[in-house]
């Protein structure tokens, strides 16, 4: 499985923006890059996914390196209610999600 | 459709007695999935079903975890002779036929004394 590597934590002011990296260096070309969030007790919650091309939805961006090897996901206002672990997660077609430790989300008001 | 939910939310149960857990997927979802999370770590893939056809399962999934999905609807995981490390969140969720976004449940968290 290709892997990814995320920063084990990282801190955050309330409105501010926030970028959160992911390295996936061995990607392949079948290999969509997923995020997903995870609030304290919650179970995770999709955030965003992409393939080649940035993308935008109403949670968060996405940007992805032109090489693939790298994905940023960009929280523009941060808030309280996004303080979470977040997972960078690559997938191909008809497999399932496997999670790494993912990087933990502080925000401070 | 309230999306993905389980029963119980909670369970606790004496070192070797069997549980049962119940997942019901939102409704058009063809595709499900159960995991395990221990605290501090990231939700553990243990198995996948399409419609009625578990998929793939992982070696996490030992000899006394067994998970069906009749009719291709609900799914069930069941543990027998529970051990202590079993203790865990069990998480199911759902997808639809392109497996793009994932619903996950709100977990049932098992705790073995």
């Known amino acids: 499985d290709a892997k990814t590597t995320q920063p084990n934590s990282m801190e955050s002011n309330e409105e501010e923006p926030v970028h959160l990296p992911c390295n996936h260096s061995?990607?392949?070309?079948?290999?969509?890059i997923h995020w997903y969030r995870q609030l304290p007790s919650q179970g995770p919650e999709y955030v965003i996914h992409?393939?080649?091309s940035n993308v935008n939805n109403r949670m968060a961006s996405l940007a992805i390196a032109e090489d693939r090897k790298s994905s940023t996901l960009i929280l523009h206002r941060a808030t309280l209610r996004d303080a979470a672990v977040y997972y960078c997660?690559?997938?191909?077609?008809?497999?399932?999600?496997?999670f790494g430790k993912g990087t933990t989300l502080s925000v401070s008001s | 459709d309230t999306g993905v939910s389980q029963d119980p939310r909670h369970k606790i149960t004496k070192r070797g007695q069997n549980v049962t857990f119940r997942c019901d997927p939102i409704s058009e979802h063809n595709r499900l999935y159960w995991y395990r999370q221990t605290l501090g770590q990231g939700p553990e893939f243990l198995t996948y079903?399409?419609?009625?056809?578990?998929?793939?399962k992982s070696r996490l999934l030992s000899d006394r975890f067994s998970a069906e999905r009749p009719k291709g609807s609900f799914s069930t995981l069941e543990i027998q002779r529970t051990e202590q490390g079993d203790s865990a969140m069990y998480l199911c969720?759902?997808?639809?036929?392109?497996?793009?976004?994932?619903?996950f449940g709100q977990g049932t968290r098992l705790t073995v004394v």
């Open positions: 992409g393939l080649t």
């Open positions: 061995t990607i392949s070309g079948t290999d969509y």
């Open positions: 997660i690559l997938l191909k077609a008809g497999t399932a999600l496997i």
């Open positions: 969720a759902s997808s639809g036929n392109q497996g793009t976004e994932a619903f």
């Open positions: 079903f399409q419609n009625e056809a578990q998929l793939e």
